[in-house]
């Protein structure tokens, strides 16, 4: 097993609408020879819950004037098809006045995303006068994921034990038969610069002057599980935690394609300095993601 962590984990639009153009070298050239349209897909089923947001947008030029052209495909034709019954259910796109509020959804009550179930997502799209189709499939994790027990459900920062080394976070999770990855979240209740924990040993920021976009959203994974039930243990570093707040930790049972993508978007350079595109797991003319989670839930408290 491993484990990794990364900092600001946002929204993957940013990372897939730009087309990687570079061989041997230590940096990343771009240019707009290299664009192609492509449909971006953002999206993950969980078990349970409503089929929504669902992102179908698009990929843009360098310098693109983005008040002049739109990033949602709202008039996009998006369906999702029940492997198992063979029946497509065809989403309707949610208007929103934010970027984040706009997204595609399937209204109705009789599509049911089911543990161990088979999807099928399919998008056609026009771009620039283009006719461009993408699909993905994916897997429902199998039932048994859980988070069974939080070490420290409230703690003050960095405490230490009878033998004086410092006492860490962990979790105990019950695995969810053939699935490998696990992705954990983690973000405060309440960020401000009043809360923020300035006595820290990682970051010097003066008092007033933090931005708190770097600091509100944490996350850490673990991968090469054994693929059958039973318990693993992921960490929540001290890096993780930057207020005294609680703190809402979500844990994600991630199938493949979510997995890759989560794996690679990121890192994108090879030792050599060859770079290479992220796992998209998209068939035709899509980039980013379509994948399934289960997911847990667990709070914590830092206190001061």
């Avoid at 087309?19 to 349209?37: F, K, M, R, W």
């Avoid at 990682?202 to 039973?230: C, H, I, K, M």
């Amino acid at each position: 097993m491993m484990t990794y962590s990364r900092t600001a984990f946002r929204s993957a639009l940013g990372v897939v609408a730009v087309l990687l153009a570079a061989c041997g070298e230590p940096e990343l050239l771009i240019s707009n020879d290299a664009y192609e349209s492509r449909i971006v897909v953002e999206g993950v089923l969980v078990p349970g819950q409503a089929v929504d947001n669902i992102r179908i947008t698009r990929n843009v030029r360098l310098e693109q004037n983005l008040t002049r052209t739109p990033l949602t495909l709202r008039d996009a034709q998006v369906s999702v098809i029940d492997e198992g019954s063979g029946k497509r259910y065809v989403l309707r796109y949610h208007e929103g006045s934010l970027f984040t509020d706009q997204y595609f959804e399937y209204t109705g009550k009789d599509l049911q995303i089911e543990y161990g179930g088979t999807y099928t997502l399919e998008v056609d799209a026009e771009i620039e006068s283009r006719s461009l189709s993408t699909r993905a499939t994916t897997t429902i994790p199998a039932r048994g994921f859980e988070v069974v027990e939080l070490s420290h459900p409230s703690t003050t920062y960095r405490p230490t034990g009878s033998d004086g080394e410092i006492e860490n976070i962990t979790i105990d999770i019950e695995r969810s038969p053939g699935t490998r990855f696990y992705l954990l979240t983690i973000r405060p209740l309440l960020a401000s610069q009043l809360n923020f924990i300035y006595d820290n040993p990682f970051v010097d920021e003066s008092r007033g002057g933090v931005d708190l976009d770097d600091f509100d959203y944490e996350w850490e994974w673990l991968q090469n599980t054994p693929a059958e039930a039973g318990r693993s243990m992921m960490n929540v570093f001290w890096w993780d935690v930057w207020f005294y707040s609680r703190y809402e930790i979500i844990i994600f049972a991630a199938d493949e394609n979510y997995a890759s993508f989560i794996q690679t978007f990121d890192d994108v350079q090879e030792d050599d300095g060859n770079f290479h595109a992220p796992e998209f797991r998209l068939e035709g003319d899509g980039i980013g993601y379509f994948g399934s989670a289960v997911t847990d839930t667990v709070m914590l408290e830092i206190t001061q």
